[in-house]
């Protein structure tokens, strides 16, 4: 089984951006009108687009980083998963670059234009954050023109193939020099691009088949993201210029942070104050905890600054199972002032106590602290 992030030349963390051009630059190397109908380029064309089509979704990605290729056909549900053939594989690339002419081949660019994608804040609060939500968000994009359907052409008009061009998009140059012929290829001056021309365009939506609207949409937060995280709407951002498919909506999170803790991606730092009683003699202590506090056990003859860790108690993993920890740091607590009964037992207590060590080795908080760069 191939490594899809080997074969893209990526690491396990590289963004969409990343991925997209790692994909668009091997893809141009091996498409294969560019390499004569070569069966090895058209075999690494196929491999290339098949991990990027596996990478690029979230939900596949996250299966095959946790699982592999298996992971994809368990996911695939009763059909299976399997590799893409080379039609398959062209249409992914033409439908995400739309680049098939570049190499003299393929469909004609006069097609649908896909929409622009849309990056959306979404804030959070930490307890939203580690438990996830169910949340509505309202987006301002294009959305069809409702009197044109998208067409861009007034109601009771035709739209006519554009003359010029064909209908394909592009008109084509030659030229003679010194060296021979060149064919230069660009987009038809008459009905830019579109292959279409709209002898009377839409009068609400000047001819572009779009109008600006407001949607909203409900999106299902996972439990343990983190701010830089987010999600992809595939499909719901803006609507293409004269009935093109829509683009997507990255939605990107951003969490507040909970003065009770420190956070290092599903781990969780906490800080308790406990009086010296607690320390010497040990008992129970109330932890806090993101759904609200939990019970630790100190035993007795704990040290200050001594940590704690409550395994399972710290964020859930995103894409993932299982949860981070909770690490505890019990602190003693001095009174800034006593009154005469406490004064007494002090004094009584100094009495009769041992002296303590000159030192001490480095404590596991100080440890957690330095590793995390605090």
Known sequence: MADYYALLGLPRDASDDDLKKAYRKLAMQYHPDRNSGSHESEEKFKEITEAYDVLRDPNKRALYDRYGEAGLKRGAGAAGFHHVDLSEALGIFMRDFGLGDLFGGGSPTGGPVTGADLRVPMPLTFAEAATGVERALSVKLLDQCDKCAGSGAEPGTQVRRCATCGGRGEVQRAQRSFFGQFVSVAPCPTCAGRGQVIETPCKRCKGDGRVRAERTF?????????????????GMGNMGPLGGPRGDIAVMFEVADDPRFERDGAELFTEVLVTYPQLVLGGDIAVPHVSGSLSLRLPAGTQS??????????????????????????????????????????????????PPPASRPKDLWSWLKDSLGA
């Open 218 to 234: 409900t999106v299902q937060v996972p439990a343990g993201v983190s701010t830089g995280q987010y999600l992809v709407l595939r």
């Open 305 to 354: 600054g001594q940590v704690f860790t409550l395994r399972g108690r710290g964020l859930p993993r995103v894409n993932a199972s299982g949860s981070g920890d909770l690490h505890v740091r019990v602190q003693l607590w001095t009174p800034s002032s006593s009154n005469a009964e406490q004064k007494k037992a002090i004094e009584a207590l100094r009495a009769v106590e041992s």
